[in-house]
């Protein structure tokens, strides 16, 4: 079985201030984990994903995540929020059988100028 | 190159009636996953189609089912539509079925059910 947990439904950071979006994971087998944002009325983008290379993983629009197997975490953060951050972020876990992907209930972040 | 896109983009229904989604993947792909995602709630997996043949499913009942043609499109059928299947229906696509290939995600169809 696998699951994850986001810590928090809404996020609120000043613009130029650290992002930091919480992620905890249960897997009962190595997992491959990802970040996807959503902006309003489109699809899932993919941000990062982490695939038992690298525990620290970098991703698109200056994000990155790192993979902590003692905690079971994996965080995504961003040193300086912009505005055009402001979006719903979700965290995922699946297996290496196929992509039955698990999905978080997503955390909306907010930018505040 | 065409990404993945989804029609209808928006569509109601009342309890009881069938439908059918469909979902044109990125070209090149021969792998198409169907997620629901319920207003306020992350996606979850309803199956996947690898080369035309069922390669998962999620916690779905029967009445949802799906096909995947030779051109490697998709459609998702609902039948005896329920209420609380009113959601945004997205399909993704991918260079085969394993992990590690990404997933390309269309733009959604939103389903209402009155």
């Known amino acids: 079985a696998q699951s994850v947990t986001q810590l928090g439904s809404h996020v609120s950071v000043s613009e130029g201030a650290l992002v930091l979006l919480r992620c905890n994971y249960s897997?009962?087998?190595?997992?491959?984990l990802f970040w996807y944002v959503q902006y309003p009325n489109q699809g899932l983008q993919l941000l990062l994903k982490y695939t038992s290379a690298a525990t620290l993983v970098k991703g698109i629009n200056g994000f990155e995540a790192e993979f902590k197997k003692s905690e079971t975490s994996f965080h995504l953060t961003k040193p300086s929020a912009h505005m055009s951050d402001a979006a719903e972020y979700f965290c995922?876990?699946?297996?290496?059988?196929?992509?039955?992907?698990?999905f978080g209930t997503g955390t909306k972040l907010q930018v505040i100028p | 190159e065409t990404g993945v896109t989804q029609s209808p983009t928006h569509l109601i229904k009342t309890r009881g009636q069938q439908v059918t989604l469909r979902c044109s993947s990125q070209s090149g792909h021969n792998t198409v996953s169907w997620y629901q995602q319920a207003l306020g709630q992350g996606p979850q997996f309803i199956f996947q189609?690898?080369?035309?043949?069922?390669?998962g499913r999620g916690n779905f009942p029967p009445r949802f089912s799906g096909l995947q043609f030779p051109n490697y499109s998709s459609e998702l059928n609902v039948n005896a539509l329920e209420l609380d299947d009113s959601a945004l229906y997205l399909c993704a696509s991918s260079l085969g079925g394993g992990a590690n290939n990404e997933q390309f995600f269309g733009p959604g169809t939103r389903l209402t059910v009155l």
């Open positions: 189609y690898y080369r035309e043949e069922e390669n």
């Open positions: 897997s009962s087998v190595p997992p491959y």
């Open positions: 995922a876990v699946t297996n290496t059988a196929y992509q039955k992907v698990t």
